[in-house]
Nanobody, 128 residues
Framework: QVQLVESGGGLVQAGGSLSLSCAAS????????MGWFRQGPGKEREFVAV????????YYTDSVKGRFTISRDNAKNTVYLQMNSLKPEDTAVYYC?????????????????????WGQGTQVTVSS
């Protein structure tokens, strides 16, 4: 079991950058594939990015490719989301999530139903 706490959200101007962190408690953080999701006001939760247990593999939704980077530091029990060239459309509550399930293709992890543990979320607002 893991407990997840996001931080780093805030208000940023379009074109700017923001870095999110997700700190995990527990002794088996490296056993989990970690993902980032987001949910805008009145919208459904949307997949953003995922990273493998070792950090060797990543996958991103098309709308953030080339702008966002997911990474992790297993020694610190932390997963990160570096967001560059932010757009107003990126405004949302961002959640980190964890799953122990293993799949051959990273794109399979775009389903929120695969994740067992979720953080409380951190607000990201991009002004135009």
């Amino acid at each position: 079991q893991v407990q997840l706490v996001e931080s780093g959200g805030g208000l940023v101007q379009a074109g700017g950058s923001l870095s999110l962190s997700c700190a995990a408690s527990g002794r088996t953080f490296s056993n989990y594939v970690m993902g980032w999701f987001r949910q805008g006001p009145g919208k459904e939760r949307e997949f953003v990015a995922v990273i493998s247990r070792s950090g060797d593999s990543t996958y991103y939704t098309d709308s953030v490719k080339g702008r966002f980077t997911i990474s992790r530091d297993n020694a610190k029990n932390t997963v990160y989301l570096q967001m560059n060239s932010l757009k107003p459309e990126d405004t949302a509550v961002y959640y980190c999530a964890a799953t122990p399930v293993t799949y051959a293709r990273m794109r399979t992890y775009n389903s929120e139903y695969l994740y067992d543990y979720w953080g409380q979320g951190t607000q990201v607002t991009v002004s135009s």
